[in-house]
């Protein structure tokens, strides 16, 4: 299990991104990270990964646990060897290489699998394969985002950690995305998905949290976030119902918003 207990962190030694977060992720689990910009999310997964401090970012209190040991004052490659592997929002590939060259760097660590790695990736994600020697920069934007997450799989991670893996892609590729997800779960990877888009991750997840503004303020099953109404208006778009129900919309948001701050 991977977990954070209580998890207060600031960046530049003023600002407080998260206020005493607990939360985990069980093995082979997939567990979805939903909320508002800036409520605290990509902080999260950099404490999971050692990327704070690339972001002059801190742990002021509370711990990062893999298995129960304290993991929280380790670095990236530390974390990644541990099995802990962060997919960048914006998904980052280095576009001057090839497509394969970027999958041989995410294998950097360890290259004993990887022949093996390479070809789960490209069984995961067939364009891969057909465009192995192209540039990677002019791959489209959802193959991008395949390459970037094929590339944390070439170490064969544990837990793996997706930071809005469907931003700006097409609902198509949005559907390819989430059942990659899937499969790659199948495989047995935990996974910690970030996602603005609740829909698509909700129908995947396992277990769901919401955090605003740096603190949890749901933890449930995902079943139960798909049918809650609060969750069905503020992140599924499924809320009022007709005319009469949206005059009342804004003191009813107004009643919710109380309600989840206090
Ligand atoms: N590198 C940074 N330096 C200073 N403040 C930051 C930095 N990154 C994020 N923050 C702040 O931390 C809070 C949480 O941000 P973030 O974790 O990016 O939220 P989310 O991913 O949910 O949109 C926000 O108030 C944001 O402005
Ligand atoms: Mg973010």
Redesign the pocket.
């Known amino acids: 299990m991977l977990a954070v207990q209580n998890l207060e962190?600031v960046?530049?030694d003023v600002?407080l991104?998260?206020r005493g977060v607990s939360l985990g992720v069980p093995d082979g689990r997939i567990v979805a990270l939903l909320?508002?910009?800036?409520?605290?999310?990509?902080?999260?997964?950099?404490s999971l990964s050692g990327l704070l401090g690339v972001?002059?970012?801190e742990i002021r209190k509370g711990s990062v646990t893999l298995d129960g040991d304290r993991v929280g004052h380790l670095g990236p490659s530390a974390l990644a060897r541990r099995g802990i592997k962060h997919v960048l929002?914006g998904r980052r590939v280095f576009k001057e290489l090839s497509a394969e060259e970027n999958l041989r760097v995410g294998a950097y660590a360890d290259r004993r699998n990887l022949k093996a790695n390479l070809e789960r990736v490209y069984g995961l994600f067939p364009v891969l394969r057909d465009r192995r020697d192209g540039q990677a920069g002019l791959l489209s934007g959802g193959e991008q985002q395949m390459l970037a997450i094929g590339r944390a799989l070439m170490s064969d991670p544990r837990y793996l950690l997706l930071?809005?893996p469907s931003l700006g892609l097409a609902p198509k590729i949005v559907e390819q995305i989430r059942d990659i997800v899937v499969e790659i779960n199948g495989q047995g990877t935990g996974i910690l998905l970030?996602e603005q888009n609740a829909t698509m991750a909700l129908e995947v997840a396992h277990h769901g949290y919401v955090?605003e503004?740096?603190r949890v303020v749901m933890d449930r099953p995902a079943a139960e976030l798909r049918e809650d109404a609060d969750v069905r208006e503020f992140y599924l778009g499924l809320g009022a119902e007709g005319e009469a129900a949206s005059s009342f919309r804004n003191v009813k948001h107004y009643r919710r918003r109380k309600r989840w701050a206090s």
């Not at 909320?35 to 950099?46: M, P």
């Open positions: 962190v960046y530049d600002v991104a998260l909320g508002a910009n800036g409520g605290g999310k990509s902080t999260l997964l950099r972001h002059d970012g929002e930071d809005e970030v955090l503004n740096g």
